[in-house]
């Protein structure tokens, strides 16, 4: 990791985390040769066949195996930006596209790089991630449940402003309260798409306090008609 920057702002219910911007750099080689035999061979060599998508068209490359299964398990599950060094010494902005994996075996197929320029906006989804799940006043003093709906957010940036993930602060939700996407305020350089009443994170009544509120009401309720028989019987 190159670098990574931390926004903290404040949003209608509790705070949201920024992560700001997590990069990495991978050794890339031109891929002269393309099709099902030479991509069966490169993999076999340890090498993944890969293309990068730009404003030029596409270019084939591969990457080392091992090189990649390293930063794949340092980003985690984040956005990254991925500062890529071909054979001929140029560099190469780029954000992983897609990755295509085997369903047996669980290997690298292919990897789609889409290159992004420095002083350019481009648009980009990252992950949702929620904090303070089992310290939230709902979950803790009114036996509630964190419900997460949205676990994605398309964004649009430039690469330095680039957040690995949107963390939301549940901590001081109670049963009934939820985080939405108006409630989220994104930092200077970033923007968010998508429909404002997009409900992000609830917390909800569990069903077993639900189960045990309906049977405390019955069991009012059965209490209160015997103690009705009762009086009627005595009279």
């Known amino acids: 990791m190159l670098l990574s920057h931390v926004f903290l702002f404040a949003n209608a219910i509790g705070l949201a985390l920024i992560d700001v911007?997590?990069?990495?750099?991978?050794?890339?080689?031109?891929?002269?040769?393309?099709?099902?035999?030479?991509?069966?061979?490169?993999?076999?060599?340890?090498?993944?066949?890969?293309?990068?998508?730009?404003?030029k068209g596409a270019r084939s490359i591969s990457v080392l195996t091992d090189d990649?299964?390293?930063?794949?398990?340092?980003?985690?599950?984040?956005?990254?930006?991925?500062e890529l060094l071909d054979d001929e010494g140029k560099k190469h902005l780029a954000l992983i596209q897609e990755t295509h994996i085997d369903?047996?075996?669980?290997?690298?197929?292919?990897?789609?790089?889409?290159?992004?320029?420095?002083?350019?906006?481009?648009?980009?989804t990252v992950p949702v991630q929620i904090t303070g799940e089992e310290v939230s006043i709902g979950v803790r003093n009114e036996s509630?449940?964190?419900?997460?709906?949205?676990?994605?957010?398309?964004?649009?940036?430039?690469?330095?402003?680039l957040p690995e993930s949107i963390v939301l602060d549940v901590t001081n939700l109670h049963v009934g309260?939820?985080?939405?996407?108006?409630?989220?305020?994104?930092?200077?350089?970033?923007?968010l798409f998508g429909d404002?009443?997009?409900?992000?994170?609830?917390?909800?009544?569990?069903?077993?306090?639900?189960?045990?509120?309906?049977?405390?009401d019955a069991?009012?309720?059965?209490?209160?008609v015997e103690a009705a028989e009762g009086a009627s019987a005595e009279s």
């Open 21 to 55: 911007m997590k990069q990495f750099k991978l050794n890339v080689i031109s891929r002269p040769e393309s099709g099902r035999g030479p991509a069966r061979r490169l993999r076999k060599s340890g090498r993944i066949p890969a293309s990068l998508y730009g404003k």
């Open 68 to 82: 990649f299964r390293r930063l794949n398990k340092q980003a985690a599950g984040s956005a990254a930006m991925i």
């Open 103 to 124: 369903p047996i075996t669980d290997g690298f197929l292919h990897i789609d790089f889409h290159e992004v320029e420095q002083n350019e906006t481009f648009t980009a």
């Open 144 to 161: 509630g449940l964190i419900d997460q709906h949205v676990y994605e957010l398309e964004i649009r940036c430039k690469p330095a402003d």
């Open 177 to 191: 309260d939820g985080i939405h996407l108006r409630d989220v305020s994104a930092p200077s350089g970033v923007e």
């Open 196 to 216: 404002p009443d997009t409900l992000i994170v609830a917390c909800a009544g569990s069903r077993i306090a639900k189960v045990a509120g309906s049977t405390a």
């Open 219 to 224: 069991a009012d309720e059965a209490a209160a």
